[in-house]
């Protein structure tokens, strides 16, 4: 008879060890890792803009646009680093050159300047198809809101035609 009971004593024991074992807490560590990128956002009031000459120009003046100033806002979280801070720049470049699609006639895009305003905006510039040009540099996170108002410099060379010109604006750090 003690057989039995060895046999059920050990039984009950190897249970009894199970159901404790199941109930102590058991861990795991997991590790985790967030990369948080710099992350900018440019917008702008207009999409496009116009130019209208209205005479025949004996000199080379400066047309404005026909639409009020674009409201340009550049939104940008960088690097907060004291050593090396992220400068933020806005440039703008032209695709080519303005072109009347049904003459095939060209204008150089240095014909078109800009005047800009707001805190870090380049006070004024020119266009060119070369390279991208400083339109607004900031050395923080920030958002930064400015106009700018674009200028055909008109000539009197310039044959009469609707001339179309692609302008990217992009903005990012250096």
Do not use: C, H
Not at 130 to 146: D, K
């Amino acid at each position: 008879m003690k057989k039995p009971i060895a046999v059920f004593a050990l039984i009950l024991a190897l249970a009894g060890g199970g159901l404790l074992a199941q109930s102590l807490p058991l861990t795991e560590i997991l590790n985790l890792a967030a990369e948080v990128s710099s992350r900018y956002k440019l917008e702008m009031s207009a999409a496009s803009v116009t130019f209208t000459r209205t005479a025949n120009p004996q000199t080379r003046p400066d047309i404005p646009q026909n639409e009020n100033p674009i409201s340009v806002t550049v939104k940008a979280t960088t690097s907060r680093f004291l050593i090396f801070p992220q400068t933020i720049n806005l440039r703008i470049q032209a695709s080519g050159t303005l072109i009347d699609p049904a003459t095939g006639t060209t204008i150089p895009a240095s014909a078109i300047t800009w005047k800009a305003s707001g805190t870090g905006f380049a006070a004024s510039g020119t266009l060119s198809s070369g390279t991208a040009t400083l339109l607004g540099t900031w050395n923080a996170s920030g958002v930064y809101v400015g106009t700018v108002t674009f200028f055909f410099r008109d000539d009197p060379n310039y044959p009469p035609g609707t001339y179309r010109l692609t302008v990217t604006l992009s903005v990012g750090a250096s």
